[in-house]
């Protein structure tokens, strides 16, 4: 399984590095094969090393650490000394790419069995977390060149059944400044160390036991932020602030806007229609994966410690609220966000444990209901818009149905422990 993981891995990212090319920007191997040299994003590379750490001793930890913040040294002070400035402002992650794959080298030649299994597991690990930020990046940049006109008009339209909630939070969240935007960008930025901290947790005892859990966050998370750039394709949607604001520079979008509205003025019930956008900004609204990965944390944590549970719970909860209320996402795509994690971890606890008929009838149920938010977004706006007391108690019906399903099925897969026998009474002599 894992040989195959890889070899659709490879081909994905092959595919993509073309298809970058294309538009004449890099795509991720020749990102990934950067970072070895040029100065990288340091987040992900050093949660890839700390993912690939969970297979090592405590000591092996320590030296690889070490070795990752000594190369990184090394390399700072050549930039430095060479006068080397990077355009982004990141001068150090080079060394954790570098120790990555020496753990790929050592578990190569210096191990054997399930040893080797075991490093090339964690290493394949840590690339993948590195790979998915990288090709995530790539499918951005692909859906604004391949998808040059949007579909924010339906969206908002059928976002009048939920009452347009980015144009209430976004009132809410500018009416805060300068607290809650700040705290409100913090969660949002670090999304990924919240799913790092998690997954860190759940693979702690890797290195005791020498084989991971059947199922974690990572592997969620990757399939996720896999599938869900292929509904991007589909269904192309820029947001709020960008498609009825100035864009989230401030000013760059407002040429390509239906109007200057967000988040003070609601959109008028019109007929909507595809509008043209910029070849530069994502079609990456519908669904939320910010809201799938959030949701995903969320269920993650419910049987960590209480700690866990709350920093879950809140995330979940500033992540809708950042979402909204910056005006990159419809209400519309976070009802569909919680039904696609939730479709997704269904799907990949189903295959861990076996295909069975409620597995099967959840995932099924899953994506017949996301599908339909998809047709009805598209098709039944204006139905939506003209009846919101229809439409909208029927979308969170739709969700919370999926909700339960998820919540029944999972506790029909949970073991149960048998009552003790009774020893059975023993009988005086007469």
Same mark, same amino acid.
């Given at each position: 399984?894992?040989?195959?993981?890889?070899?659709?891995?490879?081909?994905?990212?092959?595919?993509?590095? /073309?298809?970058?090319?294309?538009?004449? $920007?890099?795509?991720?191997?020749?990102? $990934?094969?950067?970072?070895?040299?040029?100065?990288?994003?340091?987040?992900?590379?050093?949660?890839?090393?700390?993912?690939?750490?969970?297979?090592?001793?405590?000591?092996?930890?320590? /030296?690889?650490?070490?070795?990752?913040?000594?190369? !990184?040294?090394?390399?700072?002070?050549? @930039?430095?000394?060479?006068?080397?400035?990077?355009?982004?402002?990141?001068?150090?992650?080079?060394?954790?790419?570098?120790?990555?794959?020496?753990?790929?080298?050592?578990?190569?030649?210096?191990?054997?069995?399930?040893?080797?299994?075991?490093?090339?597991?964690?290493?394949? &690990?840590? &690339?993948?977390?590195?790979?998915?930020?990288?090709?995530?990046?790539?499918?951005?940049?692909?859906?604004?060149?391949?998808?040059?006109?949007?579909? !924010? =008009?339906?969206?908002?339209?059928?976002?009048?059944?939920?009452?347009?909630?980015?144009?209430?939070?976004?009132?809410?969240?500018?009416?805060?400044?300068?607290?809650?935007?700040?705290?409100?960008?913090?969660?949002?930025? =670090?999304?990924?160390?919240?799913?790092?901290?998690?997954?860190?947790? =759940?693979?702690?005892?890797?290195?005791?036991? %020498?084989?991971?859990?059947?199922?974690?966050?990572?592997?969620?998370?990757?399939?996720?932020?896999?599938?869900?750039?292929?509904?991007?394709?589909?269904?192309?949607?820029?947001?709020?602030?960008?498609?009825?604001?100035?864009?989230?520079?401030?000013?760059?979008?407002? =040429?390509?806007?239906?109007?200057?509205?967000?988040? !003070?003025?609601?959109?008028?019930?019109?007929?909507?229609?595809?509008?043209?956008?910029?070849? /530069?900004?994502?079609?990456?609204?519908?669904?939320?994966?910010?809201?799938?990965?959030?949701?995903?944390?969320?269920?993650?944590? %419910?049987?960590?410690?209480?700690?866990? @549970?709350?920093?879950?719970?809140?995330?979940?909860?500033?992540?809708?609220?950042?979402?909204?209320?910056?005006?990159?996402?419809?209400?519309?795509?976070?009802?569909?966000?919680?039904?696609?994690?939730?479709?997704?971890?269904?799907?990949?606890?189903?295959?861990?444990?076996?295909? !069975?008929?409620?597995?099967?009838?959840?995932?099924?149920?899953?994506?017949?209901?996301?599908?339909? &938010?998809?047709?009805?977004?598209?098709?039944?706006?204006?139905?939506?818009?003209?009846?919101?007391?229809?439409?909208?108690?029927?979308?969170? &019906?739709?969700?919370?149905?999926?909700?339960?399903?998820?919540?029944?099925?999972?506790?029909?897969?949970?073991?149960?422990?048998?009552?003790?026998? $009774?020893?059975?009474?023993?009988?005086?002599?007469?």
């Amino acid at each position: 399984m894992w040989a195959v993981a890889g070899v659709v891995a490879l081909a994905i990212l092959v595919a993509l590095e /073309i298809w970058a090319r294309r538009y004449g $920007q890099p795509g991720p191997i020749t990102d $990934q094969l950067n970072g070895l040299v040029f100065a990288p994003k340091p987040g992900p590379l050093y949660g890839g090393l700390a993912l690939t750490m969970v297979v090592l001793t405590w000591r092996q930890r320590f /030296i690889a650490a070490g070795a990752a913040i000594g190369i !990184d040294a090394v390399f700072v002070l050549v @930039r430095w000394a060479a006068g080397a400035r990077t355009a982004d402002g990141h001068f150090f992650g080079n060394g954790a790419l570098w120790v990555m794959l020496g753990c790929a080298v050592l578990a190569v030649t210096r191990r054997t069995g399930p040893e080797r299994t075991l490093l090339l597991k964690g290493v394949g &690990l840590g &690339l993948l977390l590195v790979a998915g930020r990288k090709t995530g990046d790539a499918w951005l940049l692909i859906t604004a060149k391949a998808r040059p006109a949007v579909l !924010d =008009q339906y969206v908002a339209t059928a976002d009048h059944a939920l009452g347009n909630p980015s144009w209430l939070v976004g009132r809410i969240v500018n009416a805060t400044d300068p607290v809650g935007p700040t705290v409100l960008h913090l969660v949002y930025a =670090q999304l990924a160390v919240a799913a790092v901290v998690v997954a860190l947790y =759940q693979l702690r005892d890797v290195a005791a036991v %020498r084989r991971f859990p059947r199922h974690h966050l990572v592997r969620t998370f990757l399939v996720i932020g896999l599938l869900g750039p292929a509904v991007y394709m589909i269904f192309p949607v820029v947001g709020p602030v960008f498609a009825y604001g100035p864009g989230a520079s401030g000013t760059g979008g407002v =040429q390509w806007a239906a109007a200057d509205l967000w988040p !003070d003025t609601l959109p008028a019930i019109n007929t909507p229609h595809p509008m043209r956008y910029d070849g /530069i900004t994502p079609r990456n609204c519908m669904p939320s994966l910010h809201t799938a990965w959030a949701t995903a944390i969320f269920v993650h944590t %419910r049987r960590a410690p209480r700690i866990l @549970r709350l920093a879950g719970t809140f995330w979940l909860m500033a992540t809708l609220s950042a979402t909204l209320g910056f005006g990159y996402h419809y209400g519309a795509d976070l009802v569909a966000g919680v039904v696609f994690a939730l479709t997704i971890e269904a799907a990949l606890r189903s295959f861990d444990r076996g295909w !069975d008929r409620p597995g099967i009838r959840l995932v099924g149920y899953g994506t017949a209901v996301f599908a339909v &938010l998809l047709v009805s977004y598209r098709w039944l706006p204006m139905e939506m818009a003209v009846h919101p007391w229809i439409f909208g108690p029927l979308l969170i &019906l739709a969700m919370t149905s999926v909700i339960y399903g998820y919540v029944r099925t999972t506790e029909l897969w949970e073991p149960t422990a048998a009552p003790a026998r $009774q020893p059975e009474p023993q009988l005086e002599p007469v």
